[in-house]
């Protein structure tokens, strides 16, 4: 029996959101869930209904609910087929918000998990750092190595053992160690931008911010980075945690105040579109309401900031880089900017591919902007991806929370960038980065995966002479 007294997010949602789905079932084929599964309670279409369903009264959140809501990627191809302009990216939030109120899928082992990341670990980034700090401690001792090679990781539950395998390698300096708060443009100053350096972005690709910060200050920009500052939100957003979402809104608002600014960048497609809509989520909130709308109009992807003010150009063609030792890990070749086999060779043109993030792409609407800012790369070619819109899996927490669907669509990635003969992977997005990382590993593949943004930076010391920085 429907609870009418029970407070709703699904209830309490702009009835226009809820109902606009018209069933014609556009966004089917364009949805990775349904296309694994066929059954249409794994489509947009079907979920929707079951939103609707739980605004009308009709039903009441079940288990069934709460899980249907976690097997959707949230990754919004749906919202770009839609030719009702359905925003999904509202619906699921409210309805993940919902699942977790009802509390249909409490267990003392997914609170105690949500507890400690959601509540705990990314509501302050110094309890992160220092976590990370002691995993880079695990990783160089040769804790890891030594767990690894003992054959002790075979007898923990497999999954423990799988997750293992992920952990990605953090580097040994954080963004706060490599940029100054205070960066100055390179020549005339034309822009002061704030830089949000993120979350798990910030350990394990330090170097990413680091070069950001860099490009902008060749474009002219004055580059304000706080050492301290918080995550966006987004993880706990997507994970129904919407009151913590808008407190750490308040908090990014207060640390940055948007009127101080011309513009907010973010380097990570699924920060980004969950920073352009402060105001949705202040909403009700009449001390922060006014400069969230501020906020929204200020946070810029840095594909779209770079594109808008015009890129200075890498005059010389990117060259070899050289360092003395090799890095161990695929991982640290792609943070590095370490050339190889799989990366620019001196006086030749390199295959680049682009695979994009599902929040830069759908949530953004950025897709030109990166494939320009790569075809400035001298010395690279641009070759299209095959479904480059498709998700590869990582989706946030997907790949930890649904690793055999996270599994399968890394696997039809991966084939994919095969394909395309490419030796470096362009993507602009951390979840991107490792999830790609590992599939190339798995694979044995000899891959570069890299953010756009590393390979202009790149570009920009070789023309300018400067050596390549130390690897953080
Ligand atoms: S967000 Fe992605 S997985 Fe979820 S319904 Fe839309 S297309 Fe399907
Ligand atoms: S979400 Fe949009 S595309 Fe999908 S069935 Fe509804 S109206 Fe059609």
């Not at 918080?230 to 809104?249: I, K, T």
């Not at 498709?390 to 790949?399: M, Q």
Request: net charge positive.
């Amino acid at each position: 029996m429907p609870n009418a007294a029970r407070h709703s997010h699904l209830r309490d949602l702009d009835y226009s959101v809820v109902q606009q789905c018209m069933h014609c079932g556009l966004c089917l084929p364009t949805c990775p869930t349904y296309d694994a599964t066929k059954i249409e309670r794994n489509s947009p279409r079907g979920r929707i209904a079951l939103m609707r369903a739980i605004a009308d009264g009709q039903l009441e959140p079940t288990v069934a609910f709460g899980e249907e809501m976690y097997f959707c990627l949230g990754c919004l191809a749906c919202q770009t087929a839609c030719p009702a302009g359905v925003n999904y990216a509202e619906l699921f939030e409210h309805a993940r918000a919902e699942a977790e109120q009802s509390g249909a899928l409490k267990s003392p082992r997914r609170n105690l998990i949500r507890t400690f990341a959601l509540k705990w670990l990314f509501m302050d980034l110094g309890r992160l750092r220092f976590v990370s700090r002691v995993i880079r401690i695990y990783q160089r001792i040769g804790l890891q190595f030594l767990l690894r090679r003992s054959g002790v990781l075979k007898v923990l539950p497999k999954r423990l053992s799988e997750l293992e395998a992920m952990t990605p390698v953090i580097q040994a300096q954080f963004s706060a160690e490599l940029i100054a708060p205070v960066t100055p443009a390179i020549g005339a100053k034309r822009f002061r931008v704030a830089m949000l350096t993120g979350c798990a972005q910030d350990p394990i690709f330090s170097n990413v911010n680091r070069d950001t910060v860099e490009v902008l200050a060749r474009n002219g920009c004055e580059v304000i980075t706080l050492p301290k500052q918080s995550c966006c939100g987004s993880l706990h957003a997507h994970n129904g945690e919407w009151g913590l979402a808008q407190e750490l809104a308040r908090r990014n608002i207060a640390q940055f105040p948007p009127d101080q600014f011309d513009a907010i960048i973010t380097n990570a497609g699924g920060c980004g579109s969950h920073l352009k809509h402060f105001a949705k989520l202040l909403a009700d909130d009449s001390e922060y309401r006014e400069r969230a709308k501020v906020w929204d109009k200020k946070v810029k992807d840095i594909h779209e900031w770079l594109i808008e003010i015009g890129i200075e150009s890498a005059r010389h063609t990117l060259r070899s880089s050289r360092r003395e030792s090799a890095p161990s890990s695929l991982q640290e070749k792609s943070q590095s900017g370490l050339t190889s086999a799989a990366t620019v060779q001196e006086s030749e043109t390199t295959v680049v591919t682009y695979h994009e993030s599902c929040h830069l792409c759908h949530g953004q609407k950025i897709t030109a902007q990166p494939r320009e800012l790569l075809r400035r790369v001298p010395g690279l070619k641009l070759v299209e991806l095959p479904e480059s819109s498709w998700c590869c899996g990582s989706a946030g927490i997907y790949n930890l929370i649904q690793p055999q669907m996270a599994g399968e669509l890394l696997q039809r990635k991966i084939q994919h960038i095969k394909s395309t003969g490419a030796q470096i992977v362009a993507t602009a997005n951390p979840g991107c980065l490792l999830q790609l990382i590992n599939g190339a590993r798995n694979e044995g593949l000899n891959l570069r995966i890299v953010h756009p943004i590393s390979l202009l930076a790149e570009a920009y010391r070789q023309a300018a002479g400067t050596p390549p920085p130390t690897p953080p």
